[in-house]
């Protein structure tokens, strides 16, 4: 193995291996986020329409979709150091490239390149932590490298409306150099290289049915709200996902060193944390998506005021990772991933009621609540699904891992577009409705608009237009209300199922030779 040039004694070691680790994980997590608040401004520079400046956020997901399944093999081949070192300084580059963009176009390209480096980063570090730590240490290391993954995505928001509205939005990228010119040069002292299995055949087939499968399950959930489920479009993306995953699946179950090690799923606390990621995820993504809409779109803030909303829920959501992980330590990961999915679950049932008079601190009083509980299971249970994987497979684990977090984002995000478009106009035909049955109460609405244009100057006839139009946009806005109502109750009820799955873990005992042990 390589050693590193600073003398860093082998007790601490692991720890500087951690915050080194942190910086770049933290990093490719924020990119994910902070660019969305930046796009209205980079349609006005560039001169393009929302669907153009869209694939700046898609080109940018697709490319770490795709590529996470692999970065398993490259840890195996080349180790997680190299891997490491490669990935940030992909990212970093990246990043640089981005700020330079010069049209929509290079900015998608130079996303692509810097989704590269993000997208490997992740399931590397884990792999690090994981070779580094002893089991019984792996749930309070897991709970510090968790910060960056939960504090992340809510400080995102925050941070760009920041640089965007105070400096200049080439700022969310620049930003990334310094930070990964630290990070690299800290990685490059003090990493230790891990073992590498030589003459391992790479899995061309399982990477390309993956990648090919994942890009267009993953365009699929990103436009299917704005393409139609039904239209030809999203059924033909659909359609080559599923063949091509069941293809992928095939070659993984005959390949003697497959892309994605789908055994694993033979293990039931690998494939129970698994379920509850995946539901864990659509929670913490659904949060993050619906909140700042409802606020924005509905009660009138600002980016920079939603973002100042969101933060103490994530600040919530990081400070109780080394909690967790102490309760996890005394008291077993299982009851803390149930009592944190139940706060989840509890924290987003208030938001079933939000509506016009909802003041701005009972909201972020809900999201802390909600933050508690992603703090309390996120890395528990991530820890008590990898702790039975054999040592040499880690690798191929958090690839796994991080690809069914890649994956449920999306689908969350996708089904609560649905059900925000579907519900809004079922709520508007309904009120137009009650509307049409009580003409009375439509008339005194209409009245009350012509009364108040007229006074404001309006002729009698345009001031009954805008009457018309006003108690139009009255439904529109009601009809939006009860849509986001019953989006928040969806994520509800798929956070309160995510508890069953949480109930079914089974403590773990020991697992194949090489094979960590939990101690619980």
């Not at 699946?249 to 039931?268: G, M, Q, R, T």
């Amino acid at each position: 193995m390589q050693t590193p040039k600073l003398a860093i004694n082998d007790a601490n070691y692991k720890w500087w291996a951690l915050g080194v680790t942190i910086i770049g994980g933290f990093m490719s997590i924020l990119d994910t986020s902070i660019v969305n608040i930046a796009v209205p401004k980079m349609m006005a520079v560039f001169a393009v329409d929302t669907d153009q400046a869209q694939w700046i956020l898609t080109a940018y997901m697709l490319t770490m979709g795709v590529l996470q399944p692999a970065t398993g093999y490259f840890c195996d081949v080349y180790g997680t150091r190299a891997m490491y070192l490669f990935s940030l300084a992909v990212f970093t580059v990246g990043s640089a490239l981005c700020g330079a963009a010069w049209s929509n176009d290079s900015m998608i390209v130079f996303r692509i390149i810097q989704a590269v480096g993000g997208g490997m980063i992740i399931p590397v570090t884990m792999a690090i932590v994981y070779h580094v730590f002893p089991p019984q240490e792996r749930n309070m290391a897991m709970g510090i490298w968790g910060i960056s993954a939960m504090v992340a995505p809510a400080v995102g928001p925050t941070l760009s409306g920041y640089l965007v509205e105070y400096w200049d939005w080439r700022w969310i990228f620049t930003i990334n150099i310094p930070i990964g010119i630290l990070g690299y040069v800290l990685a490059v002292l003090v990493l230790k290289e891990t073992p590498r299995i030589r003459g391992q055949k790479f899995d061309y087939g399982g990477f390309i049915t993956s990648a090919l499968g994942l890009f267009c399950l993953l365009l699929a959930l990103s436009e299917g709200v704005d393409e139609g489920w039904t239209s030809a479009y999203i059924v033909t993306l659909l359609y080559i996902a599923f063949a091509s995953l069941a293809l992928f699946v095939a070659i993984e179950l005959n390949h003697e060193n497959p892309i994605l090690d789908l055994s694993l799923f033979k293990d039931w606390n690998f494939t129970l944390s698994s379920i509850v990621i995946f539901i864990g995820t659509i929670g913490l993504f659904g949060g993050i998506f619906l909140v700042p809409l409802f606020m924005e779109n509905i009660r009138g803030y600002t980016a920079m005021q939603t973002g100042i909303l969101m933060f103490p829920s994530a600040l919530t959501a990081g400070l109780m990772m080394p909690v967790a992980a102490k309760l996890a330590d005394k008291f077993g990961a299982k009851p803390v991933v149930v009592v944190g999915l139940f706060f989840l679950a509890a924290g987003t049932w208030p938001l079933m009621y939000l509506d016009l008079d909802t003041s701005y601190e009972h909201v972020m009083l809900v999201m802390i609540l909600r933050g508690m509980g992603l703090g309390l299971f996120m890395m528990p249970v991530t820890v008590l699904g990898l702790n039975t994987v054999p040592l040499p497979k880690i690798s191929r684990a958090s690839a796994l891992n991080n690809a069914i977090r890649q994956v449920s984002g999306s689908f969350g995000i996708a089904v609560l577009s649905t059900v925000l478009q579907n519900r809004q106009i079922f709520h508007y035909a309904h009120i137009a409705e009650g509307w049409n049955l009580a003409a009375a109460a439509a008339a005194k609405v209409i009245t009350y608009g012509e009364r108040l244009f007229t006074q404001h100057g309006s002729v009698a006839s345009i001031a009954k237009i805008k009457a018309l139009a006003l108690a139009a946009q009255i439904a529109q806005r009601q009809s939006y209300i009860f849509a986001f109502d019953d989006a928040f109750l969806v994520l509800a009820a798929i956070s309160f199922t995510g508890i069953v799955p949480a109930l079914l873990l089974k403590r773990a005992q020991g697992g194949a030779k090489g094979a960590a042990v939990i101690v619980e």
